[in-house]
């Protein structure tokens, strides 16, 4: 039987039985964090407060602008090692491949010593993201799955303009209703 089906049912000491030798695993996955809120909610200030704290340190951070011209990119670079910039769209319309490929590409870079090591990665998500996508993502490449995980998905709400942007607008409310964390 070709492909993933049945070997992939028999992993670790089953294989042993079927005579097919395993990969070693190479670690652990590395957990994802998803920063989603709306525009001017504070994703860029959260992240930033979080990066500046020693727990912080070693994250690699992955920042989804809309538009020409990226500002939270260059806000971040000063407070991680690794920032990588998805500029082509949000991550909820046509560029999930991007945000794949991305992972993939810091993966390999961090494996080969390519960029600095880091033990997590933190996403911040363009403030009109639909955040359904990215929860899509990382439920159904297997992939992906083998290296990363998606630990938690927040969403950050400002305090004075909240209630009404999630009143208002589809984008608040999803960011809201499929958080972890809020």
């Given at each position: 039987m070709s492909g993933g089906g049945a070997e992939a049912l028999f992993a670790g000491k089953d294989a042993l039985l079927f005579g097919r030798r395993q990969r070693r695993p190479r670690g652990p996955r590395l957990p994802v964090i998803a920063v989603t809120g709306f525009l001017g909610s504070g994703k860029t200030t959260l992240i930033r407060a979080l990066l500046d704290k020693p727990e912080g340190a070693n994250t690699a951070v992955v920042v989804n602008e809309y538009g020409e011209i990226g500002i939270d990119n260059v806000l971040l670079r000063s407070s991680s090692d690794v920032t990588v910039l998805l500029g082509?769209?949000?991550?909820?319309?046509?560029?999930?491949?991007?945000?794949?490929e991305t992972l993939r590409g810091l993966f390999a870079d961090?494996?080969?010593?390519?960029?600095?090591?880091?033990d997590r990665?933190?996403?911040?998500?363009?403030?009109?993201a639909d955040p359904g996508p990215i929860l899509q993502t990382f439920a159904t490449d297997r992939g992906l799955g083998r290296e990363f995980h998606l630990q938690a998905?927040?969403?950050?709400?400002?305090?004075?303009?909240?209630?009404?942007?999630?009143?208002?607008?589809?984008?608040?409310k999803k960011q809201v209703a499929l958080a972890d964390r809020i």
């Open positions: 082509n769209g949000c991550l909820c319309c046509n560029v999930r491949t991007d945000l794949q961090r494996a080969r010593g390519a960029v600095p090591s880091f990665v933190v996403i911040e998500t363009s403030g009109l998905l927040i969403s950050v709400v400002d305090a004075v303009n909240g209630e009404s942007n999630i009143e208002r607008m589809p984008e608040a």
